[in-house]
């Protein structure tokens, strides 16, 4: 699964990460612990150029009655996206990339659960595959959304935990976004795990665990529990 993840890098080398530019941008700070149900940064393509901006993390499908269905529906699991109603119309024409830098997962040991900070090897940023839907409330006011999707995980996230993020090449990131591309058996290939020698994790403390932590505290080593 994914519910935490962190976005460090400045707003400039977002824009020049995903080659956006020429609109109006929302602030950025660093980002230290991302939960779900806040605005996260994610990037969409309207048909000529890549569009950064902010979603709330938590899909709400177009057709639901109720925004509380976003709280269930914080991760999408890819090898069901094509048949879920929640997930099918997004999967088809309404991808984005959600750039992080690493993300959180908690490993059981003798001791408890202990949080771990997954990255790659180059530190660089990187993009996890979203889908995102816009919502009418009932009083007509938008709500734009979005969810992460997870596949099966690779050797190294297998001692932590049995799902991870999907974690996009960088040559495949232009084919998820391009609004073009709608044929699933096309799409669905691109949802594998990511590479394991090229990532590695380490243990941080509990303080990931509270969403009111967000600093550079969360992403120390810390001692792993024996």
Same mark, same amino acid.
């Given at each position: 699964?994914?519910?935490?993840?962190?976005?460090?890098?400045?707003?400039?080398?977002?824009?020049?990460?995903?080659?956006?530019?020429?609109?109006?941008? $929302?602030?950025?700070?660093?980002?230290?612990?991302?939960?779900?149900?806040?605005?996260?940064?994610?990037?969409?393509?309207?048909?000529?150029?890549?569009?950064?901006?902010?979603?709330?993390?938590?899909?709400?499908?177009?057709?639901?009655?109720?925004?509380?269905?976003?709280?269930?529906?914080?991760?999408?699991?890819?090898?069901?996206?094509?048949?879920? $109603?929640?997930?099918?119309?997004?999967?088809?024409?309404?991808?984005?990339?959600? $750039?992080?830098?690493?993300?959180?997962?908690?490993?059981?040991?003798?001791?408890?659960?202990? $949080?771990?900070?997954?990255?790659?090897?180059?530190?660089?940023?990187?993009?996890?595959?979203?889908?995102?839907?816009?919502?009418?409330?009932?009083?007509?006011?938008?709500?734009?959304?979005?969810?992460?999707?997870?596949?099966?995980?690779?050797?190294?996230?297998?001692?932590?935990?049995?799902?991870?993020?999907?974690?996009?090449?960088?040559?495949?990131?232009?084919?998820?976004?391009?609004?073009?591309?709608?044929?699933?058996?096309?799409?669905?290939?691109?949802?594998?795990?990511?590479?394991?020698?090229?990532?590695?994790?380490?243990?941080?403390?509990?303080?990931?665990?509270?969403?009111?932590?967000?600093?550079?505290?969360?992403?120390?080593?810390?001692?792993?529990?024996?």
């Amino acid at each position: 699964m994914c519910g935490r993840y962190t976005i460090i890098v400045t707003l400039d080398e977002l824009l020049r990460r995903y080659d956006v530019s020429g609109s109006i941008m $929302p602030s950025h700070m660093p980002r230290y612990n991302v939960a779900p149900g806040q605005m996260v940064m994610a990037v969409i393509n309207d048909g000529e150029r890549n569009r950064l901006g902010e979603l709330r993390w938590g899909l709400i499908p177009e057709w639901a009655r109720d925004e509380r269905i976003g709280y269930k529906m914080l991760n999408a699991r890819a090898e069901t996206l094509a048949e879920k $109603p929640a997930f099918r119309n997004s999967l088809q024409r309404k991808r984005c990339l959600i $750039p992080a830098d690493s993300f959180y997962d908690w490993k059981r040991t003798d001791k408890g659960k202990q $949080p771990m900070r997954i990255l790659l090897r180059s530190k660089e940023v990187f993009s996890l595959a979203g889908l995102y839907d816009t919502w009418t409330s009932p009083d007509g006011s938008k709500i734009s959304t979005c969810t992460v999707i997870t596949t099966r995980s690779n050797e190294m996230m297998a001692e932590i935990h049995d799902r991870m993020p999907v974690i996009l090449r960088p040559q495949e990131e232009s084919i998820w976004l391009d609004r073009q591309v709608t044929q699933t058996d096309f799409l669905l290939p691109l949802l594998r795990p990511y590479e394991a020698d090229e990532m590695y994790a380490y243990p941080v403390s509990d303080r990931v665990g509270n969403v009111r932590n967000d600093d550079e505290a969360c992403v120390e080593e810390a001692a792993l529990l024996l």
